[in-house]
């Protein structure tokens, strides 16, 4: 039995019943199709055949989509029933026949149709409608020109995501023009030679019907859908899907659908950055040397901005460089260095929000969506009268953000108060808001929706844009500012206890030594340590062999356990003091997240990784500002906007943030770190036993970190001491005089040399700096 769905946008066939009729499939060669069924689930097609169908005593000839399964054999679609110019009647459950020419028939003029063919490869961009030349080889006979009604070749259609409206065209000497829309999401190409259509010359009284406008608006409501449900969670029924699905698409245009640039029109209206640098003068700085293709890729970012309005070119006194930073995929990141300006910049102290307001506001939801900004920096302009501060120069000239650039210090309170702005009323009752991290929540699946509707409408009032990669609706659970939110309640990310979990046991005396060490690092917040770690510190006992047992394996994983749980692993504070610690061995890299409370230490989070063979082979400095920028990337949803003290046994790293002309690696991790605020202070190894454990006995996976530049935005304030006062201390201390004589007379080769007034010890060692500084003793820890 047949089925009648004017909902269905093509006719469908069973294999099946295929198989009966025993009809020719023309399979489809291209990459695979897929149709949205009336659940929101995908329909796979095996091909397309064409069958005679009876209605009404007239045959008309079609052509049917073939599905693997079909709850009918046949569905006859509304492209059918328009072709026979079919008419539903609903109250009597009847299909009508026209006794006018149907729309897509013609009348037999005598004259024979002709197919219409690509004439040369036409690529159509995504969601686009282009005119593409087409020609023929039947040409009458009596006229060079004439006119033509045009019937799509559905297959053709089909195959190339692409749509050819029945229209009449002028044919002149074999060639014509057709349009054709292409409503998927990427280029299509239609190369020379395809048949896009038929046609047969036509005189005005042989056609009834032309219009389709009907069609287009099916094929449009189904792409439509297309678009959205990628970002809607697979575990929901068909029937909520739907629901959400009908929510969103009242809402396609502030989604990066049509957005070729990703650079939306900003409204007149929205607030402006300012940068307040008060009575300073403008800091003028020299561009950096580049080789002549970093050259070329400067000048060619610089050229795309301005096409898309993001800068313009300045006569500005103020002039940051600028720093190429090469991204794992090989390409490079357009990066200016304002951290010049940003030490002279007033700090904006606008609040951030706290984590546990955050997370407290998400209790008893059961449904979430997160949603994200498409480059939300970009969508928030500059003050006129601040542009001339973000000038940057380059080999070529001077340029200024029209919009707020990554790397400011205040940018994070201004996309704060933003973002407070455009959600007021919202934020905490129906959505949570942490500066571009925004999630919508809901009791029930109903509530859900109504918010998401209402947080969706605020977005297009204020002209935004979001991605639709990464905005996700109607989730179960979801991961925010490091804790998994679900309807059973809030709980930290695993991973952030994995480093520790996911320790080995030792199977040398020097791995047991490590991780006792950190055990004992925080042996003050357990238990009868001393009684639990009895069987491990037996085996470092002089003379005693190593052998593991049974209970050294118990009381190795009542360890761990301890270590992962209260009161050891606290939750977060941001009115307390934190500090960040980090430790790189030649196996891996470690950072223990870490906060003060009553002047205790209290662990929030543990991270380790190893090294990667190229990192293994990194200097000794190199592999601990590694570990910090590990470090710094894996907390930061706790570090960022706030600041922080990193902690480190390795003194080179007090001088990493105020390197200047950084390159290379340096470079990439000297501008990651711009993002946060935060001081560097010293502490010598035998102190510093937890970080030193983790990158001991890391995590046995290497997680190399994103090149994720969305953020660089902070200011960073060392607290080592400056050149002047390292000198002054160095000319000081007695005990350095005759190094400092014997500096004067050596040659290259000699031991001490004195650069820049400063004293240092030349080494040639493959794993550490070349030239070690010398530290006075009033300096040494």
């Known amino acids: 039995m047949a089925l009648v769905d004017t909902g269905a946008a093509v006719s469908i066939m069973s294999a099946a019943f295929k198989a009966r009729l025993g009809r020719k499939v023309t399979f489809l060669l291209e990459k695979a199709i897929t149709f949205c069924g009336v659940g929101g689930n995908s329909l796979c097609p095996i091909g397309v055949c064409t069958a005679a169908v009876l209605l009404s005593d007239q045959v008309f000839v079609t052509e049917f989509t073939v599905l693997p399964r079909s709850t009918h054999d046949i569905i006859l679609g509304i492209d059918f029933l328009r072709m026979c110019g079919a008419t539903v009647d609903c ?9 006018a020419v149907p729309h897509g028939l013609i009348e037999n003029s005598g004259t024979e149709s002709g197919a219409l063919r690509v004439y040369e490869d036409t690529v159509i961009p995504a969601f686009c409608a282009v005119r593409v030349p087409v020609a023929s080889s039947h ?64 005189s005005p009284t042989t056609v ?46 502030v989604f990066d659908f049509s957005q070729s640039d990703h650079t939306p029109s900003i409204p007149p209206f929205r607030i402006r950055h300012r940068i307040n640098t ?115 120069i380059t080999p070529d ?59 969706l409408e605020c977005i297009r009032n204020a002209g935004l844009v979001l991605n639709s990669k990464k905005c996700h609706f109607g989730e179960r659970q979801t991961l925010v500012l490091g804790h998994l939110v679900n309807k059973d309640g809030i709980r930290p990310d695993p991973s952030k206890t994995a480093a520790v979990k996911a320790c080995k046991p030792p199977r040398s005396t020097k791995e047991l030594r490590s991780f006792l060490g950190l055990c004992s690092y925080f042996r003050r917040f357990i238990p009868a340590f001393a009684d639990v770690a009895f069987p491990l510190t037996s085996l470092l006992r002089q003379g005693t062999s190593f052998e593991w047992t049974h209970d050294c394996e118990t009381s190795f994983n009542q360890l761990k356990f301890l270590l992962t749980s209260q009161p050891i692993l606290r939750h977060f504070d941001p009115s307390a003091p934190t500090e960040v610690h980090t430790d790189a061995s030649g196996i891996g890299i470690g950072a223990v997240l870490v906060q003060r409370h009553s ?49 480190t046994d390795h003194h080179s790293l007090c001088w990493l943030v105020s390197l200047r002309d950084p390159s290379g690696r340096l470079a990439r991790w000297a501008l990651r770190l711009q993002e946060y605020d935060f001081t560097v202070s010293y502490k010598s190894g035998r102190k510093h036993a937890d970080a030193d454990c983790l990158s001991r006995m890391p995590l046995t996976t ?28 160095q000319r000081k201390d007695v ?25 240092y010890k030349r080494t040639f060692s493959a794993t550490g700096s070349r030239f070690l500084l010398v530290v006075p003793h009033t300096l040494r820890s």
Not at 170 to 196: A, C, F, I, Q
Not at 748 to 755: D, L, P, Q
């Open 139 to 202: 040409i009458n006979d009596n006229k060079t020109s004439f006119d033509a009604l045009v019937e799509p070749f559905h297959l053709s259609c089909i195959k190339k995501n692409t749509l050819v409206p029945h229209s009449i065209v002028s044919v002149s000497e074999g060639r014509s023009d057709l349009w054709t829309t292409n409503y998927s999401n990427e280029p299509v190409l239609l190369p020379g030679g395809l048949k896009l259509a038929s046609f047969k010359e036509y």
């Open 91 to 99: 109250r009597n459950g009847e299909v009508i026949i026209s006794d």
């Open 278 to 392: 008060q009575t300073a003068q403008p800091i003028r700085q020299k561009p950096y040397r580049v080789s002549p293709s970093e050259r070329k890729i400067i000048d060619n970012q610089v050229r795309e901005m301005l096409q898309k309005g993001i800068i313009q070119e300045s006569s500005s006194p103020w002039a940051a460089p600028v720093i190429l930073v090469k991204k794992k995929d090989g390409t490079w990141r357009f990066c200016v260095d304002y951290r010049r300006l940003n030490s002279i910049t007033k700090k904006d102290v606008y609040p951030l929000p706290r984590i546990d307001d955050a997370l407290d506001c998400l209790h008893s939801a059961s449904y979430f969506s997160s949603i994200d900004l498409r480059s939300g920096y970009w969508q928030i302009p500059m003050h006129p009268a601040d542009k001339e501060k973000t000038a940057f």
């Open 599 to 647: 002047g205790k230490e209290h662990v929030i989070a543990y991270a380790s990784r190893t090294l990667s063979k190229p990192e293994r082979n990194y200097t000794v400095t190199e592999q601990e500002c590694l570990a910090l920028v590990f470090a710094v990337q894996r907390f930061r949803s706790y570090l960022y906007g706030r600041p922080f003290q990193v902690v």
């Open 702 to 729: 290497t997680l190399c970190d994103a090149d994720n530049f969305d953020h660089l935005i902070a200011s960073v304030t060392p607290v080592f001491p400056d050149k002047t006062t390292f000198e002054n201390e």
């Open 397 to 455: 000239g001077l340029y200024e953000f029209n919009v707020m650039p990554f790397g400011l210090c205040n940018a994070p309170a201004t996309f704060e108060r933003f973002m407070d702005t455009i959600l007021r009323g919202l934020k905490w009752n129906v959505c949570m808001c942490y500066l571009d991290d925004i999630v919508i929540f809901g009791r029930t699946f109903r509530e859900h929706n109504e918010r998401v509707d209402i947080v």
């Open 208 to 253: 009834a019907v032309l219009s389709d406008v009907r069609r287009d608006e099916q094929v449009t409501a189904c792409s439509d859908s297309s678009k959205v449900l990628p970002m809607v969670d697979k575990a929901l029924t068909a029937d909520k899907r739907r629901m959400l699905v009908d929510v969103l698409l009242k809402y396609l245009q």
């Open 735 to 759: 005990s350095l005089e005759p190094l400092f004589a014997e500096a004067r007379a050596s040659t290259m080769a000699g031991r001490f040399c004195v650069r820049e007034g400063l004293l």
